[in-house]
């Protein structure tokens, strides 16, 4: 009787099965990411997030969310209504193997400096790391743009972010509105 493997080695073999699957993006999946991330991944639009350098697995983990409607605006969850698991997994290594270009403004030195102490006192580098590069499922944060950091930071604390981690709403919790704004200008500004 073969049984089911469980555990870690379930992952490992679903990662297996994954790269197995991996291929190039068509061509037209890269242009419609394109048209809101940029050409290199890296977003130009206000309210549109960085993907270029996020981790494989963060990206392959919120493309399959929002594939199945539990996470994403609803034009993404349109976008990617019906693809296939080996083209999210081909987006996903294409994505994070781009590296990131910080959308950067003017430096305003105190609100970097608060928004350090922000992030040094809530921790935020135990899981998106001490650089903010993020890893597997915990996105980079380093260099992504301000004004979609502030964005999703807010909508955490006011628990509204559709399919939303539980423990990012309860990190934010009752941090003030102008702590969050520094700590998006502080990590906006990472590179």
Same mark, same amino acid.
């Given at each position: 009787?073969? &049984?089911?493997?469980?555990?870690?080695?379930?992952?490992?073999? #679903?990662?297996?099965?994954?790269?197995?699957?991996?291929?190039?993006?068509?061509?037209? +999946?890269?242009?419609?990411?394109?048209? !809101?991330?940029?050409?290199?991944?890296?977003?130009?639009?206000?309210?549109?997030?960085?993907?270029?350098?996020?981790?494989?697995?963060?990206?392959?983990?919120?493309?399959?969310?929002?594939?199945?409607?539990?996470?994403?605006?609803?034009?993404?969850?349109?976008?990617?209504?019906?693809?296939?698991?080996?083209?999210?997994? %081909? @987006?996903?290594?294409?994505?994070a193997k781009l590296p990131?270009? #910080?959308?950067?403004?003017?430096?305003?030195? %105190?609100?970097?400096? &608060?928004?350090?102490?922000?992030?040094?006192?809530?921790?935020?580098?135990? !899981?998106?790391?001490?650089?903010?590069?993020?890893?597997?499922?915990?996105? +980079? @944060? #380093?260099?992504? +743009?301000?004004?979609?950091?502030?964005?999703?930071?807010?909508?955490?604390?006011?628990?509204? +972010?559709?399919?939303?981690?539980?423990?990012?709403?309860?990190?934010?919790?009752?941090?003030?509105?102008?702590?969050?704004? %520094?700590?998006?200008?502080?990590?906006? &500004? @990472?590179?």
């Open positions: 009787m073969i &049984r089911p493997r469980t555990g870690r080695w379930a992952l490992l073999t #679903a990662l297996f099965v994954s790269l197995a699957y991996a291929q190039a993006p068509p061509e037209e +999946r890269l242009k419609a990411c394109a048209a !809101c991330h940029g050409a290199e991944g890296n977003s130009v639009t206000a309210g549109i997030p960085s993907i270029a350098a996020q981790p494989q697995v963060f990206l392959e983990n919120y493309l399959v969310l929002t594939r199945e409607g539990l996470r994403g605006p609803e034009v993404m969850q349109k976008m990617l209504h019906g693809v296939p698991d080996r083209e999210i997994v %081909a @987006l996903a290594q294409h994505y990131a270009k #910080a959308a950067l403004g003017p430096l305003d030195k %105190a609100r970097f400096e &608060r928004g350090k102490k922000v992030a040094a006192q809530y921790h935020c580098g135990n !899981c998106h790391t001490p650089s903010y590069r993020g890893q597997e499922q915990m996105p +980079r @944060l #380093a260099g992504q +743009r301000e004004d979609f950091l502030l964005e999703v930071m807010l909508a955490y604390r006011q628990n509204r +972010r559709q399919g939303g981690d539980t423990v990012m709403a309860a990190s934010l919790y009752g941090i003030a509105e102008a702590d969050l704004a %520094a700590l998006a200008h502080y990590l906006a &500004r @990472l590179r």
